[in-house]
């Protein structure tokens, strides 16, 4: 096989997984599934998706152990909010499945002591987006 041939057959092998990894779609927010949990967080996360910084919190629900996905690390950081392992927190927010069939929560409002963080919209829109618009239509 020529080198050019591996070359190209490289370029499309790269494109390809660059398209799986762009295809793949971020859970949506689903009202029918809401649920409300009064739980301690038994650890924190932080993964970089697209650049960016994000927190989830890891809890128990019953014996299951499941994800529950905050907001970016710097929305987090501008409402001087912090999270940490042993905190009691009461959850709203949606069950939902992410592309590998695990079940997530995505996180409407977190209750810590006397503080509540809104962290979605009624309709599960991320309030964090209209403060990113607001940014960018301020420039």
């Known amino acids: 096989m020529?080198?050019?041939?591996?070359?190209?057959?490289?370029?499309?092998l790269v494109l390809c997984l660059a398209a799986l990894a762009f295809g793949q779609k971020a859970p949506k927010y689903d009202k029918t599934t809401e649920t409300k949990l009064n739980t301690t967080i038994q650890d924190l996360k932080t993964e970089t998706v697209n650049g960016q910084e994000r927190i989830s919190l890891i809890i128990k629900d019953g014996a299951d152990t499941v994800e529950?996905?905050?907001a970016p690390k710097s929305f987090l950081a501008d409402m001087?909010?912090?999270f940490a392992k042993?905190?009691?927190?009461?959850i709203t927010g949606s069950k939902v499945k992410n592309d590998a069939g695990t079940?997530?929560?995505l996180a409407r409002e977190v209750i810590k002591g006397n503080n509540t963080l809104?962290?979605?919209d009624k309709a599960g829109e991320p309030v964090w987006s209209w403060m990113e618009k607001k940014t960018a239509e301020g420039k």
Do not use: F, N, P
């Not at 042993?86 to 009461?90: I, K």
């Open 2 to 12: 020529s080198k050019s041939m591996k070359a190209v057959m490289l370029a499309v």
């Open 68 to 70: 529950v996905y905050v």
């Open 80 to 82: 001087s909010v912090e």
């Open 86 to 90: 042993g905190d009691q927190v009461d």
């Open 103 to 105: 079940t997530l929560i």
């Open 118 to 120: 809104v962290l979605r």
